[in-house]
């Protein structure tokens, strides 16, 4: 008897830690601002992204069929990329995914589909109006227009969509997020529903702080930054005709609470460039004006690579060789500010034309 309670008890541990949230953290692309992938159905943008960016099925667990990591490549394999570029505030995704039966001649929601959920500033918690606790206030029905998918975004991908049907559905209150210029898709693909095949498509989401029923006029777009992690996850959720339920249903979070409570959700990293996509010294800053009155500006240095020297002009036939500089000008004007900057592996400079304005 102890040792089957001893069995059992190994089993719940086994069951737990199997789907639980995984710790791994994932890498999500910086793709250069001179190569950032258009959504056109031609791939060759994802070229540049190295093998060690790509999750793969081995990642997924099959959380209604509890088959764990012993998913077969051969009836189901799956492969996706993240991309994001520094400076924009979207999330490119490339997928590639092999099915032995494609389903996806319903309308409605009984078909493939890849469900993204990405909650960018990490604020977690419950975001589906069914789960909001002024339900013992309010119907859910008002509840849909109130915060509804707001502070976690949830889209139904369809792989594929068949002619005239959304290319996604959010579940939420704020539909307008999947449509142009917030996302975009497009397919690749030769094959019809019942059939085996593989399905390649690209598409990007503009991840929100907080999405409004209104629109973008009372949004928040999430504020990407190098280095910084975001929450997010996926589900492929995978039909075959003839069956009424999805199977499997593969979780990348291992836990299918991922879809309705962004606590359960992965960890993603906004990578920097790889050492092979970065110059090796470039010039850039950026400048505030402290006081208009006093004419006095304070120049911050953004500049990339290995610097040992320093040399600002402000305009007014005075330098500085500081990093980080705060100017008083002794009269308006409108001024050609320069930042030269030298190192072990060069020269740069950065020329910014009467931006800097003083009174």
């Known amino acids: 008897m102890n040792k089957i309670i001893i069995l059992s008890l190994l089993t719940l541990v086994f069951i737990r830690q199997a789907i639980c949230q995984p710790m791994t953290e994932y890498k999500i692309f910086q793709f250069p601002r001179t190569a950032i992938p258009r959504i056109d159905g031609d791939f060759s943008d994802w070229a540049m992204v190295p093998d060690d960016y790509t999750i793969g099925l081995s990642e997924l667990f099959d959380t209604h069929g509890g088959r764990g990591a012993n998913l077969n490549p051969e009836e189901f394999d799956l492969k996706v990329k993240v991309g994001w570029v520094n400076g924009e505030n979207r999330l490119y995704f490339y997928l590639e995914a092999y099915d032995d039966c494609w389903d996806f001649a319903n309308e409605g929601l009984r078909q493939d589909i890849f469900e993204l959920v990405i909650d960018a500033d990490l604020s977690g918690g419950l975001f589906i109006k069914e789960d909001n606790g002024n339900t013992r206030k309010l119907p859910v029905s008002d509840l849909h227009f109130k915060g509804h998918g707001a502070h976690a975004q949830n889209y139904h991908i369809f792989t594929p969509v068949q002619p005239g049907k959304e290319w996604a559905m959010v579940w939420g209150s704020t539909p307008w997020i999947k449509d142009f210029p917030y996302a975009n898709v497009a397919y690749q693909y030769d094959f019809a529903p019942g059939e085996s095949g593989v399905l390649k498509m690209e598409f990007l989401i503009t991840p929100f702080d907080y999405a409004a029923v209104e629109g973008i006029s009372r949004s928040v777009i999430s504020q990407l930054k190098e280095n910084e992690l975001i929450a997010m996850s996926w589900c492929m959720i995978d039909y075959d005709v003839g069956k009424t339920k999805a199977d499997p249903v593969m979780c ?67 330098t500085s060789n500081e990093k980080n500089p705060i100017h008083q000008y002794q009269k308006a004007g409108e001024w050609v500010v320069k930042l030269s900057i030298e190192g072990p592996d060069g020269y740069d400079r950065k020329i910014k034309i009467w931006e800097v304005v003083t009174k």
Request: glycine share 4%; proline share 4%; hydrophobic share 40%.
């Open 252 to 318: 990348l979070s291992h836990d299918f609470r991922m879809i309705r409570d962004a606590s359960y959700l992965n960890y993603f990293r906004l990578m920097p460039l790889e050492p092979s996509l970065r110059p090796l010294i470039a010039a850039d800053w950026s400048f505030i004006e402290l006081d208009r009155e006093q004419r006095l500006i304070r120049f911050t240095d953004n500049s990339t690579g290995q610097i040992t020297k320093y040399i600002w002009d402000f305009g007014d036939g005075t």
